[in-house]
C-alpha cells in the first residue's frame, strides 16, 4: 500500500503529514528540518516506498538532493500550483500544509518542478571557484 507524504518545510522545523491511498491521515508531527532526520521520520512512519511532495522554495534544492540521496522517492510541487489547494482549510498551520501536500501527491494534482544540482546554482559555482583558489 502507498502512502503519500507531504513536508512543510521552514528553516528550523518540518511539519509532516502521512496520509494512506483513501487519503485518511495516519500520522503528522514535526521535527528539524535535517535529512537525517527526515528520513528517518519518513521512512518510520510510512515506509521506504512513500511518495514525498514539498514545495517549491529557499531550501528545496538542497533538501530534495539530499532526501533523494538517501532513497526517497520526492518531488518538488510548484507553489503557485498548491497553494490554490493550501488556501481551502479555515486553520492555515503548517501542519495543515503538510496535509494539503500529502493529499495533492495523493490525488496527482500537481504540477512537478525541476531541481537542478547544487553545483548549477551560482553559490555552488561561486564556492567551487573558492576552493580552487
Not at 40 to 54: C, E, F, I, P, T
Not at 86 to 109: C, F, H, S, V, Y
Request: proline fraction near 5%; charged fraction near 25%; include cysteine.
Amino acid at each position: 500500500m502507498t502512502r503519500f507524504v507531504g513536508l512543510d518545510v521552514s528553516q528550523k522545523l518540518t511539519s509532516i503529514c502521512v496520509v494512506d491511498e483513501t487519503g485518511r491521515r495516519l500520522w503528522r508531527g514535526q521535527c528539524s528540518t535535517d535529512p537525517e532526520q527526515l528520513e528517518r521520520m519518513v521512512k518510520g512512519h510510512a515506509g521506504g516506498d512513500a511518495r514525498v511532495g514539498l514545495e517549491t522554495g529557499p531550501m528545496t534544492p538542497w533538501l530534495v538532493h539530499a532526501l533523494r540521496g538517501r532513497g526517497l522517492d520526492v518531488v518538488c510541487l510548484d507553489a503557485r500550483h498548491a497553494s490554490a489547494a493550501l488556501k481551502m482549510p479555515m486553520n492555515k498551520t503548517d501542519q495543515n500544509d503538510a496535509e494539503g501536500l500529502a493529499q495533492i501527491m495523493r490525488t496527482g494534482w500537481y504540477r512537478p518542478v525541476h531541481v537542478a544540482r547544487q553545483s548549477g546554482t551560482p553559490i555552488a559555482r561561486q564556492s567551487e571557484r573558492l576552493k580552487v583558489l
